[in-house]
């Protein structure tokens, strides 16, 4: 499984780049492999992303903005939804991955796990 994000290297808008910037280094402090697809300067990445994100998450203007994230073709969510995810410390869950052995998630996960049985 990989995980895509869909960036915008020669963003003009600062916001834009500070939330690039805040996905791309949590992913890297959580070790999670990731790929960088850029929609400014690749037509093809920025046609994949348009017509994959869900109607329902797109903005009224109907463009979605970067960042997007991706596990393979399974749309996990934009910036909003990626903090939110990280404020929940839910993000593995968010992006479709099983947490880390070790981590407090993957703790979380199997007491859950043992409440249903």
Sequence with gaps: MVIKVFLAS???STAIKK??????GFLEALKVD???LDIACNED????MRQNVPEEKKPAN????PPQIFNEDSY?????????AKED???FAFLGLPPPPGSKAQEE????EEEAE
Aim: charged share 30%; glycine share 8%.
């Design 89 to 91: 410390n839910s993000v």
């Design 45 to 48: 990445n920025r046609m994949w």
């Design 10 to 12: 020669s963003s003009g």
């Design 109 to 112: 996960d199997e007491e859950q």
């Design 34 to 36: 990731y790929t960088e």
């Design 76 to 84: 996990c969510g934009d910036y909003d939804t990626f903090f939110d």
């Design 19 to 24: 939330k690039q910037q805040d996905v791309v």
């Design 62 to 65: 109907g463009i979605p903005l």
